[in-house]
Structures are given as structure tokens and as C-alpha cells.
């Protein structure tokens, strides 16, 4: 434990898309493996206030804390890797940075003075690099500086931390630039060119690296080590080869063989130990080493993009692993769903989920895949926009009530079996303005639901507007489909069942977002394992 808490700068030169993330989370497993208290955060230069606005084929899923805060996918890296939930304070943009800026100056607490990028900005930035410092809960932070240095939108930040080297004294930071080393086929060799001109890039703003993490697709050899230690002015233990590794777990694992912990160690003047990885290496067995096989047709509208996705793909193959099952996930795009080309698409599935989403493209699709893995007992899962098509559904093929609709798609539909949360109503904001963050939820004891969390109260995170309507509960039940899952404090619905059907369940919450390494999500586990007993009685 140290007294005064170390701080770790994570930047990226040459291209953007080389792992900071992955890199800082698994640096950070190695150290809280050998027993130090540790936490990660992402500082984002674009200029939104968070990534909730943001379209997911720009920016990939957008992932929600306990406390609400819609934040950078990254978060969701830190927090199975590590198994310690995120916060507000891990995630900052500068629209934030600038948002708070501005707001003291408009109420005058600069006392007339002009404000400025230095030092207003970089002393903002400076503030809540250390928030989680000051908290007295971490012995180590670690501060991944989102995009690419050279960038001009990164440039406040770079100056922070150049400040702050000066401000904490020495062995209190640690600069780790990740960078590329490519190789070209034509030359048959690697290049150590780009990452010297981005050292050198990262020096004209008067920070040094103490470490060059060199992302490659081909071993790093003693010469090439020793060329960048010479040029980037870095010690050569301190070049760390990182190389294109077969999934993102085993990455703590190459960054031992390295050394990469011990070098950090030594620059923070803080005791080196061997850390207790038994936890991690049993599960990264288990992922590699499955005794079956199942494959699970994802649906959704951005299924191109992997990382719209993210959590509910790491989700798999956390309880994959607990199964020993490979989870083989084939994205369907639910916009070419049709009742023509269901059965080609999800005929040979042995398990469906339904994504969240927003909007009305690609619904009807959704719609056709829940009734068709309903009526053949296909084990499904529908998560949050997922869980409302498998009601829709239900309402229409069912109930019979043909134009059933959510308000989201069709405002003037006379049979609103999902409407809009009476809390959003007066909303205006489209930015943090959800129904957000860690809510309770109490089940039904002869459920699914019951059977899978071996508990009647739960916490789930959630990112919504809209909700079943509780004015055709009893018609469901009716009929079949079941609310097992409430809030007790609003009685919304949390979870529907079809218990008829060998697993049918709909969720309005994400559990994607709590699956970890340590603690792979039961949702999940069950689902998987649902999967598996359906392809083996095929």
C-alpha cells in the first residue's frame, strides 16, 4: 500500500486502434494481482459531453455505470478485467472539461479574468485526473488518454500531464506510449521509424516516455529493441514488445512475460512481486479449451460493427468459459429478417438473443425473429429494446392485437403495450436524461429468473425510456407471457417469461454490463447453458 497514490499515463502514437485499453487493463490486473489498489480512467478529447449522444457505428457501444454515467466502452474493459465497478469520475471528455470551465465563468469565480486554454483547461483536467487520487481508495490510477498524440484536440491533455510530472515529483508517474511498429512485406522487415517520430512528437510537448509498449504482428528482436531504447530515450527493459495475440485475456499474460509490471514498479520505486493470476489462467483455460459448441444468433442493426456490441460478446465468452462451451456468435442483421428467409437464417440456431437498440429501423425484423424462435422453442433472450419486441410480438401473434406497438415507433398506436415512462414525458435533453444506472428488481419465487440469481432481490443497470405497459399485465398472463421481475418502489416490469417454453426470457435491464472475468453474469451462464441442452437434444 503506498501513502500518497502513484499516478500512470497511458498515450497512443502513430494510429489510433491499438489497444491503450486493453494494454491499461491488463497492466492494471498485474498489479492488482500483487495486491495494490487499483483503478483505470479514460480522458476522451472529442468535444461531447458523453458517448450517449453518440452514434454506435462511430463509437461503438456506449457503456453504463452504477451510478448512471453513460461512458466509453473502455470502462467496460476496465471492469472485467479488474471485477471493481466504474464510476462518473472514470470517464471524462472535454466537453465536460470545457462544460465545467465555462459554467465557473459564468458565475465568476475567475474574478474577471480571461479565460484561457492554459492554464484553466489544464488545470481542470489536472482536477480530475486526481479525483480518484484524492479519494484515498487507490494506491495506483491509471490514465488512458484517449486518440492519438499529435492530435490537436489532445493537446490540453498532454500538457496536463506534462504539469502534473512537474507538480508530483519524481517516481510519482509513469508515461507508457503505446505505439505501432509495422512490418513491411515488401522489405521483409519491421520499421521502428513511426514510433520514433512519435516519441518525438510526444517530447516537443515536453513529455517523455518511460515506457514504449510497441504494438507488432512480428517479434520484437534484440537489435530492434535496442534501436528504439537509443532513439526514443527509454531504457531498453523498458521496450515492450506487445504482439497480436489470439484474444484480448491473454494479453496480462504476454505483458508478465515482458516484464511490463516490474518495469512500471521500479519507475514508481514501489515493491515488485509475482501476482496470483490463478483465477484469470483457469478461466483463460477454460475459454481455450471448451468440450462443446454452441452458436447463438445475435440480432441486431449494427451487427457489422463488433463493438456495438461489445459487452454482450465478452458476456459470451465469460460463460462460455464458465459451460466449457465455445459460444460461436453469428450476427443477423434484423433488417433483412423476413418471414421468407427466417427459417435460412435461424433454423440452424441453437439459441437467439434480441439487442438493445433505439429507433424503428430494422423492428419488423426483430418482431419475426422472436415468433419464430417461440413457436419452434428456440432458448431466447431479449435484452432491454429485446425484451419489448418479444412483448410486441406476443401482443400481436397472441393477444391478437394486430397494430400492437411500442410509442417509440408508432406514437398513435391504439394499443401501446410498451409506452414511455411517465418520468420521461417532460424530457427535452436527449444526453444522461435515461432512466440510468444501478436499479432494484424483485422476483417472482416459481421463475426462470428465480432459478438462475437463487435470489428474490436484485441490482441491474439500465439505460431506457420506455416500459411495458402495466395496463395489459394481466392479459399477458393470462395468455402465457409472465412478469416475474418488478421494481418494487415503481412496480415496473423487469423481466417477462414464456414458461411454457423451455427458455424464454425478456429483460429489461443490460445484464452485459455486469459480466466479468471474476464473475461471469448468470443471465448469461444460464442461457448458454440453455442453448447447450437444446442442440443436444436436436
Not at 534484440?222 to 495475440?245: H, M, P, Q, W, Y
Not at 429501423?361 to 418479444?390: H, S, T, W
Not at 443497470?461 to 399477458?476: A, G, L, P, V
Request: one cysteine or more.
Amino acid at each position: 500500500m503506498t501513502t500518497n497514490p502513484k499516478y500512470i499515463f497511458v498515450t497512443g502514437g502513430v494510429s489510433s486502434s491499438l489497444g491503450k485499453g486493453i494494454i491499461a487493463a491488463s497492466l492494471a490486473k498485474l498489479l492488482q494481482a500483487q495486491g495494490y489498489r487499483i483503478t483505470i480512467q479514460k480522458l476522451d478529447p472529442y468535444i461531447n459531453i458523453d458517448p450517449g449522444t453518440l452514434n454506435p457505428y462511430e463509437h461503438g457501444e456506449c457503456y453504463v455505470t452504477d451510478d448512471g454515467a453513460e461512458t466509453d466502452l473502455d470502462l467496460g474493459h476496465y471492469e472485467r478485467f479488474l471485477n471493481v465497478p466504474t464510476s462518473q469520475a472514470n470517464n471524462v471528455t472535454t466537453g465536460r472539461i470545457y462544460q465545467s470551465v465555462i459554467d465557473k465563468e459564468r458565475r465568476g469565480e475567475f474574478l474577471g479574468k480571461t479565460v484561457q486554454v492554459i492554464p484553466h483547461i489544464t488545470d481542470e483536467i489536472k482536477r480530475r485526473i486526481q479525483i480518484l487520487g484524492n479519494s484515498g481508495d487507490y494506491d495506483i490510477v491509471i490514465t488512458e488518454i484517449g486518440g492519438t498524440v499529435g492530435d490537436i484536440e489532445s493537446l490540453p491533455y498532454i500538457e496536463a500531464v506534462r504539469q502534473l510530472e512537474w507538480d508530483l515529483g519524481e517516481h510519482n508517474t509513469c508515461v507508457i506510449h503505446l505505439t505501432l511498429v509495422p512490418y513491411l512485406s515488401a522489405a521483409g522487415e519491421l520499421k521502428t521509424k513511426p514510433t520514433q517520430h512519435s516519441v518525438k512528437t510526444l517530447m516537443e510537448s515536453g513529455v517523455q516516455a518511460d515506457i514504449l509498449v510497441c504494438r507488432t504482428e512480428h517479434k520484437l528482436n534484440e537489435g530492434l529493441k535496442t534501436k528504439l531504447a537509443r532513439f526514443c530515450n527509454v531504457r531498453k527493459e523498458a521496450v515492450i514488445e506487445s504482439i497480436d495475440a489470439s484474444t484480448i485475456y491473454d494479453v496480462p499474460n504476454l505483458m508478465l512475460e515482458e516484464g511490463l509490471d516490474k518495469v512500471v514498479l521500479n519507475q514508481l520505486q514501489l515493491k515488485s512481486d509475482v501476482p496470483d493470476l490463478t483465477t484469470w489462467n483457469t478461466f483463460v483455460k477454460r475459454h481455450k479449451n471448451p468440450k462443446s459448441e454452441v452458436t447463438i444468433g445475435l440480432i441486431g442493426k449494427y451487427v457489422e460493427l463488433q463493438d456495438s456490441y461489445k459487452s454482450i460478446l465478452e458476456a459470451f465468452i465469460h460463460a462460455g468459459a464458465e459451460n466449457e462451451v465455445k459460444v460461436i456468435v453469428e450476427p443477423i442483421h434484423s433488417e433483412y429478417l423476413s418471414e421468407s428467409n427466417i427459417e435460412f437464417k435461424l433454423g440452424h440456431l441453437d439459441g437467439v438473443l434480441v439487442a438493445p437498440g433505439f429507433g424503428e429501423r430494422g423492428i419488423e425484423g426483430k418482431i419475426d425473429a422472436v415468433r419464430y424462435v417461440r413457436e419452434n422453442n428456440i432458448p431466447f433472450l431479449g435484452i432491454c429494446l429485446g425484451m419489448q419486441m418479444a412483448v410486441i410480438e406476443y401482443a400481436r401473434n397472441v393477444l391478437n392485437l394486430k397494430d400492437a406497438n411500442s410509442v417509440e415507433m408508432d406514437e398513435n398506436t391504439s394499443n401501446p403495450v410498451i409506452n414511455l415512462m411517465e418520468s420521461q414525458k417532460d424530457v427535452v435533453n436527449k444526453g444522461g436524461t435515461m432512466r440510468l444506472g444501478t436499479w432494484d428488481c424483485k422476483i417472482e419465487k416459481d421463475s426462470t429468473a428465480y432459478k438462475v440469481y437463487k435470489s428474490e432481490l436484485i441490482t441491474e443497470r439500465h439505460r431506457h425510456r420506455f416500459e411495458f405497459n402495466s395496463d395489459y399485465k394481466t392479459q399477458f398472463e393470462n395468455a402465457g407471457l409472465v412478469p416475474t421481475g418488478f421494481n418494487p418502489d415503481t412496480g415496473l416490469v423487469e423481466i417477462v417469461e414464456i414458461p411454457e417454453n423451455n427458455w424464454f426470457v425478456g429483460v429489461q435491464y443490460h445484464p452485459e454490463y455486469k459480466s466479468t472475468v471474476k464473475n461471469p453474469h448468470p443471465l448469461f451462464v444460464a442461457f448458454v447453458a440453455a442453448a447447450l441442452k437444446y442442440k443436444n437434444k436436436k
